[in-house]
């Protein structure tokens, strides 16, 4: 009968418009009820949608009431899913290994964020230099005596990036973007990865490797955090990685919360240890922490890393496509992660 069915969750692509056009054509598009995740849960055991092929997210912020997609919420999927095609880089919603395991392929939209992200690491880095949240504060401050107070006492604290180094905990996609950024403000980059990454990479951004997280703190005069988050970078940056870091130092977030213990931190930055930090990412997201809200040498954002428009077109395009090359076209998926599935139409 030709057409795959996909269970999309959420709402539909905003941008690639005729793309979504020409999708619709090939695949019959069947929407997730969302209204709570009991309300989904009873819908798959309903067995509401019939059989269906894939599932598709098409933005981050969108159709999320069905997470966390652990185990027991994956062993009521109808056993006719190959596929899991979603936006973002991120996927700490989901449990990888329990989709694999009933013979579901995933993939994320790397790449379409790295842009975005990597720029916003870039804002953050040269904040926590410059000091710019404390200038903006100042400045709107609307009073004439702070602001000059504020001018005077930066002038004795600002430093520039140019001849820093900047250490890299993690060197994947998003990092080596940062990395590549970094040194055109004239910094130096340190890196300490799990996965080598390919010579070239290393030689063009004339990286050096540190043989432990704990090398990578001593050397780096700003820490820049870019690993997924999962059981293994749980507080990855803790206490021990501060205390190693060089005083008077600075740290980066664009990676998730919960990979930097916030208390530790909060510590180091009252201490005087840590000079100053800045944030796209909060251990307990939404909410932030009220000591950090309080510093003035910390920038602080409401995770925009991969807020661009040009990245949601990315990664509307990059689940569309996965989703026809694995479910139509007998292709490999372009962006897999986990397990590596052939197309279900190539066996
Ligand atoms: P990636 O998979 O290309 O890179 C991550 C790297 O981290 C990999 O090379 C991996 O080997 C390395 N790594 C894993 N565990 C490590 C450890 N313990 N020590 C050192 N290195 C380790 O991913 P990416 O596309 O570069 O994205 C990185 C993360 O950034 C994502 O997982 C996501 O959570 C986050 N992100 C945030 C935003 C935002 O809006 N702030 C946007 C996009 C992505």
């Not at 599932?55 to 009431?65: L, S």
């Not at 890196?191 to 050096?208: H, I, K, N």
């Not at 990979?259 to 909060?266: G, Y």
């Amino acid at each position: 009968n030709g057409k795959p069915r996909i269970l999309m969750l959420g709402d539909a692509p905003i941008y690639q418009l005729e793309h979504w056009n020409a999708f619709q054509q090939r695949a019959e598009i069947v929407s997730a009820d969302l209204s709570s995740r009991d309300a989904f849960m009873q819908s798959l055991r309903d067995n509401r949608y019939g059989a269906f092929d894939g599932i598709v997210k098409f933005a981050v912020e969108t159709g999320n009431a069905a997470s966390p997609w652990n185990q027991e919420l994956i062993s009521l999927l109808p056993p006719s899913v190959k596929l899991f095609a979603a936006a973002g880089a991120g996927f700490d919603y989901l449990d990888l290994t329990a989709l694999n395991a009933r013979g579901i392929a995933f993939a994320n939209s790397r790449g379409a964020g790295d842009t975005a992200t990597s720029d916003i690491a870039l804002f953050l880095i040269l904040a926590t230099f410059r000091l710019t949240t404390y200038a903006e504060w100042g400045a709107r401050s609307g009073d004439p005596q702070i602001f000059d107070e504020v001018h005077l006492d930066i002038t004795r604290k600002a430093r520039n990036p140019n001849g820093k180094t900047l250490g890299c905990v993690g060197l994947g996609a998003i990092q080596r973007e940062i990395a590549r950024k970094a040194k055109a403000f004239g910094m130096h980059i340190v890196y300490y990865e799990v996965a080598p990454p390919p010579e070239e990479v290393v030689r063009s951004l004339e990286a050096r490797r540190a043989d432990s997280l704990l090398e990578l703190a001593r050397e780096a005069d700003c820490v820049s955090v870019s690993v997924p988050y999962m059981d293994s970078t749980h507080h990855l940056i803790d206490s021990a990685f501060l205390a190693a870091m060089q005083p008077g130092s600075r740290i980066v977030n664009t990676a998730r919360g919960p990979v930097i213990d916030e208390a530790a931190l909060v510590a180091a930055l009252q201490s005087g240890h840590l000079f100053s930090a800045g944030l796209d990412v909060h251990e307990f997201e939404p909410r932030v922490s009220e000591e950090l809200i309080q510093m003035k040498q910390v920038t602080l954002t409401t995770h925009i890393g991969g807020v661009a428009q040009e990245t949601y077109e990315g990664f509307e395009t990059l689940v569309m496509s996965n989703t026809e090359r694995f479910l139509l076209d007998g292709q490999a998926l372009e962006t897999p992660v986990g397990k590596q599935f052939p197309s279900p139409l190539s066996t």
